[in-house]
């Protein structure tokens, strides 16, 4: 799970201590599926990349839905946030999705619920 969103989120592998820290957290219960995709997709790195809202909802697709998107779903959740809706607000649609908690539960962590940010943006 771990090395999934390294590699989804930062477009690379993890470093062995980060790999470490992150899977010690899901195993002990300390941290859910929601809550790592969240420091991910949120993270100094990631947030430093400069995504696009395009990209960044192609991401989401790959880290929540574990495939490409569909184009009617992108399209929606790309309106959605050229309405002003924040990334936080798409995190938690996405987060919350009965396709995490597949992919979370062949993982065997919890996947927790996303209820992160504001609604829209500032």
Do not use: H
């Amino acid at each position: 799970f771990i090395e999934r969103m390294y590699v989804t989120c930062l477009s690379r592998q993890s470093d062995p201590n980060g790999k470490t820290y992150w899977v010690n957290l899901l195993l002990d219960g300390s941290v859910n599926g929601v809550q790592a995709a969240y420091f991910f997709l949120f993270s100094p790195e990631y947030v430093n990349s400069n995504k696009s809202d395009e990209e960044f909802v192609k991401d989401l697709y790959r880290v929540f839905m574990g495939r490409e998107y569909d184009q009617g779903g992108y399209e929606f959740w790309l309106s959605i946030l050229k309405q002003g809706f924040s990334r936080q607000y798409v995190f938690n649609g996405f987060s919350n999705s009965a396709e995490f908690g597949n992919i979370c539960r062949q993982y065997g962590i919890s996947q927790g619920i996303g209820n992160y940010g504001p609604t829209m943006t500032p």
